[in-house]
Structure formats: C-alpha cells, structure tokens
C-alpha cells in the first residue's frame, strides 16, 4: 500500500484479498524497548518533553522500533525506540536505510519541476502527449502532479492486489502498472477534484524519464541526492536493500492480521510512487530542502510549489461525496500542508515514515518505523493486528508518533480533538 496518512486529504488503501507465502508469524504484540536518545542539542525541558512523547506515542502503536528526529535552528534531538525486528534481537540503531513509500513521490514531482523550470517540458502538457491511451488524456502534468487528474489508481485494480499479495517477489514494469487503469472510467474531470492516485506519479515518472532521456533512479541521483549529499538515498531497480536496515512488518495480505515480515518483497510495485529508501539523516536533510526548494529549485519555483494548495478544490471520497481542503489538511505539488508543515508521509507493506518541515519556526522532522500496521478505532478492513491500541484515530505507526513529536515541539500537525 502506498499511502499518504498524514498532511494528506485522503488515505488510499489496499485491500488484503490475497495471502502472500508468509514467513513465521511474530507474536501479534507492541515490541518493547527502551527510548535511547542518540542526540540532544536541545536539551532541558524540551529534550525531556520529546523523550516522554516518544515513549507514550510508541506504547501506542504495532510495531518493533522506531528512530525519529526533530531538528530546529537551536540544534537537533534523535532517539530510537525498540527493535529492529519483532523476535527483539536487534536494538533498533539510528543509521537504518528504511523503505520510505509514497515520500517517494516528493523526490518524483522535484524532479518534475526541475524539468519544468529548465525548459525542458511543461506543466501544461497533457499527459496524453507522453503516455497515450490513459483515462482523461487531457489532464495536464500539473493536475497529475496535485492528484487531480481524475486518472483512477492502479492500486484498487483486483488483478493487481492479487498479484501483490500472491507472489510479493513479482517484477512489474511501469507500463504494466499504468495499463491497469487503461480502458476504466475517469474519476471526475481533470482539475475538478482531488483524489491520491499512484498512478499519477508512475506517469510522471514516465515522463521524467521521456524527457530527460535516462532512467528515473539515474535522474534522482543526478537531480537530487547527489548535490545535497543524500549517500543513503536511492532509487533501488530490484529488491535489494543496503545494510543496515531494519525488519519490516505488515498484515497487508494477510487472512488472520497476524503480522508477516515484508523486508524482501520487490518494491517495482510502487516505482516513482513509492519504491525509494534512505535513512534518518538524509531526511532531515531533504525535509528541509523539500519545504524551502534551496538547492532544488529557484525562488519563483518554490513559490509555484508552494502555492499549489487549492481550498476550493474538493476531495473526491466516491460518487456524490466530498470533502473539504484547508490549511489544516491539503495536497499540492506532490507535497502536503498540515497546520503550517511541509511534507509526506509513506508506507507500503512493512514500512512507514514522515517527513515533514514547518518553515514558520525552522523546524524539521523525522520518524520511520518498521512496521505499516495501523491502530485505533479502524476499520473491520483495515491492516491491524491483534493487542493493538483499539481506541482513538485509527492511524500509521510513524504517524502516531510524529504527531506527538510536533505537539510536544509547540507546532502541532493535527487540529486539536481530530
């Protein structure tokens, strides 16, 4: 599942419909371990006030460890919690790769948009020009981009969700994956609502690597990690996965929400929606580059970025229903808008990770946890397990954790009593 659970104006999920070959199932049960603090230059109460949200926050959700991060102008405080994997063999460490999920999917438009401002294509392109034969054609890069293009996601796809789930080591091709959605109804008319469809960043993946003539993991590293020193970040071509990096835990696919392990299953599923890893210091990093554009994209850019929040435009939740955007929650130019904070969150099987800046105070922060498994008052359909925290908003592992960290910083990313 590549969703987007935090800054977002909708979630998308997969449903578990088909079992994938398990591995031995771990004990259903939040992993224990102890917060250790890796790094405190902010100290004092504010250190001691981040260490007890963490603590709670992770006391709440499904999942062996954790590791997170606030960095501010006066310094920066990380700690991991937990483990590495459920058995509890392996203390959680600070210099984890992780899968990173739909966080992907900022590095993708960046990309886009560095196209744009070079000349090189336009946002007013229609997406047809590119990749013909899609569901409204005339949708323009710019309304792929926002997750306005009405183009349904390939995600929903049943055939698609069997094979995910049925054989997670399977090989898809970026044109496998948007050909799923060929020959199936728009949504709505482009521009006219939002909806988070991975298939709107699978295309422009397709586009970047059209225009600029290489392979989009090549363009990434070129455009991106290499001029802000990301050595940890990349764009992997198959499932392997660089040491260190932490177990990944999922019931996605599962018939008894026992949790599986997913460290392994190929993430071509999710290409330039999703398929990226990197680790906590190089997310610090692009969480601020990210909401700032400094060293990605010249100020008139940014600016574009910036001002792709639309209020006006609703979010599209299915036939005859809607719902509002505001500052509180939006979507823009493959980023998200949260109470004045900048960024995304991801997941797909096994992982689950926030990124986000609040440019107002400076502050950026981090949280991956190994684990996608949600908790609260959810769904019967929704992937959680057993001895899971069965009260309050159903929510992602590092997005339980990440709204504790920004409450306990003075900058919260949800509207108090939601």
Known sequence: MLVLSLAAVVTVGLAACASPEPDASPSPTTAGGALSVVEDELGGNVGDALGTAATEAFGEVSAPGAVMAIRTPAGTWSATIGHE????????????????????????????????????LSLDDPIEMYVPGMPNGDATLYDLAA?????????????????????????????????????????????????????????????????????????????????????????????????????????????????????????????SAGAMISDLEDLLTWGEALATGEGMLSPEWQATRL??????????????????QSAARAYGLGLGLALGWYGHAGELPGYNTVVQHHIESGTTLVVMVDSDIKAGECPADAPTTQGGRTTGPCDDPAVTIANALADAVGHPLVESGS
């Not at 509890?88 to 960046?110: L, N, W, Y």
């Not at 929903?156 to 959605?181: A, I, K, M, R, Y």
């Not at 792709?308 to 599209?316: C, N, R, W």
């Open 85 to 120: 994997d459920w058995d509890e063999t392996m203390p959680m460490a600070a210099d984890v790769h992780q899968r990173i999920g739909s966080v992907t999917k900022t590095f993708t438009i960046t990309a886009l948009l560095q196209l744009a401002e070079s000349g090189r």
């Open 147 to 271: 997750m306005r293009s009405g183009i349904p996601s390939y995600t929903f796809d049943q055939s698609f969700q069997d094979t995910l789930f049925g054989d997670p080591n399977h090989v898809w091709t970026p044109q496998e994956l948007v050909d799923l959605v060929k020959g199936t109804k728009p949504m709505y008319p482009p521009g006219a609502k939002t909806f988070y469809s991975n298939t709107n960043t699978v295309l422009l993946g397709m586009v970047i690597e059209q225009v600029a003539g290489a392979p989009i993991d090549e363009v990434i590293r070129e455009q991106i990690a290499d001029p802000l020193g990301l050595s940890a970040t990349l764009f992997p071509t198959d499932a392997s996965f660089p040491e260190p990096h932490a177990h990944g835990y999922t019931t996605q696919g599962t018939d008894d929400k026992l949790p599986v392990e997913a460290t392994d299953w190929n993430p071509s599923w999710g290409w």
């Open 307 to 324: 001002e792709s929040f639309d209020f006006d435009v609703p979010v599209y939740l299915g036939p005859g229903q809607d719902a509002s």
